[in-house]
């Protein structure tokens, strides 16, 4: 599975660099520190997962999330960052990152978390799900007292199982098994509930699903 890595930090790279090529399965096409050297990159070979950092030296690594869902729309990215503060988690979940790790977290399963996003998890670190869930309640409180009616989706009981499942981080196979369901069935749900959502990444599908009150992390 191809890999593009992009980070500016040089030792940080390398320990990327060699956190993917240790993991079977995982085959690093690219290692750049800067969004100009990556976006030619994306330009001339789009990979299936784009691992970035967000602060770059010439932009942002928002930018090279939105080229690449241009460019593949199956590919996923996954931010490893530093940065943790609520509007820049949003923003890239907006943008479409599928998963959203801090620098703080062991590295050295980068691979691991990878694989997980690419069979259907979402991998997030714990942090940045209480920023999520603190800034979606708080919206909800508010736009319960200015908003008389918000849209109406309605999400089954099965799809909210799946999706609540996506959120705590299960691979498709892993939602199979626990709900006693094929892998086929479980692709059929998520997609079902990407467009009722109108979404097009997982992250994007919990965030909305979270804003909604329509699944709760805490459940």
């Known amino acids: 599975m191809d890999v593009l890595l992009v980070e500016d930090d040089t030792a940080m ?13 995982l085959r690093l096409v690219g290692s750049h520190g800067d ?3 990556a976006m030619k990159a994306l330009d001339a070979a789009p990979p299936r997962v784009l691992v970035t950092d967000l602060g770059l030296p010439d932009g942002s690594g928002l930018e090279l999330i939105r080229a690449l869902r241009l460019r593949a729309k199956d590919s996923l990215a996954l931010v ?4 943790g503060d609520e509007e820049t988690v949003v923003q890239a979940i907006r943008h479409g990152a ?11 399963e980068i691979g691991a978390s990878i694989l997980a996003m690419v069979e259907g998890g979402a991998p997030i670190s714990p942090a940045i799900a209480r920023y999520l869930m603190t800034r979606l309640r708080d919206e909800a409180a508010t736009e319960s007292h200015e908003t008389p009616e918000a849209p109406t989706i309605h999400l089954s009981g099965r799809e909210r199982e799946v999706l609540s499942l996506v959120a705590k981080g299960f691979r498709f196979p892993e939602i199979a098994e626990l709900l006693e369901l094929s ?6 749900y998520v997609r079902r509930i990407y467009a009722k959502l109108e ?3 997982k992250g994007e599908a919990v965030y909305e699903a979270l804003h909604l009150g329509l699944i709760d992390l805490d459940d």
């Open 13 to 25: 790279r390398e320990h990327l660099e060699r956190a993917i090529r240790d993991h079977p399965g």
């Open 35 to 37: 969004v100009g050297s």
């Open 80 to 83: 490893v960052t530093v940065m």
């Open 98 to 108: 599928s998963g959203y790790l801090l620098k703080d977290e062991p590295v050295d």
């Open 183 to 188: 892998t086929h069935t479980v692709t059929t």
């Open 199 to 201: 979404v097009g990444s």
